[in-house]
Nanobody, 127 residues
Framework: QVHLVESGGGLVQAGGSLRLSCAAS????????MGWFRQAPGKERESVAA????????YYTDSVKGRFTISRDNAKNTVYLQMNSLKPEDTAVYYC????????????????????WGQGTQVTVSL
């Protein structure tokens, strides 16, 4: 089992940047594939980015391509989401998730692919 704690959220003006971190504790971090999801008020939770066990494969939803970067440092048991050129529509609670039910060599984008979730961190982008 793994415990996930997100940090780095906050209030930023449009065009600004934030870096989210998700620290994991428990089993060996490299065992897990990881993902970042977000949920805006009144909307369903959606996949934002995902990464396989060593960072060799990454996924981004279309709306964040070219602006967000997912990465991981297995030595630090941490996954990151660098968010640049933020837009008001990026406002949401951001969650990191870890999965182990499928192969760690790939990334996964469905909520049901993941086994463990953090508590979420609020990102608010103002005009």
């Amino acid at each position: 089992q793994v415990h996930l704690v997100e940090s780095g959220g906050g209030l930023v003006q449009a065009g600004g940047s934030l870096r989210l971190s998700c620290a994991a504790s428990g089993r060996t971090f490299s065992t897990y594939y990881m993902g970042w999801f977000r949920q805006a008020p009144g909307k369903e939770r959606e996949s934002v980015a995902a990464i396989n066990w060593n960072g060799g494969s990454r996924y981004y939803t279309d709306s964040v391509k070219g602006r967000f970067t997912i990465s991981r440092d297995n030595a630090k048991n941490t996954v990151y989401l660098q968010m640049n050129s933020l837009k008001p529509e990026d406002t949401a609670v951001y969650y990191c998730a870890a999965g182990e039910r499928y192969s760690r060599y790939y990334y996964y984008t469905r909520i049901r692919d993941y086994d463990y979730w953090g508590q979420g961190t609020q990102v608010t982008v103002s005009l």
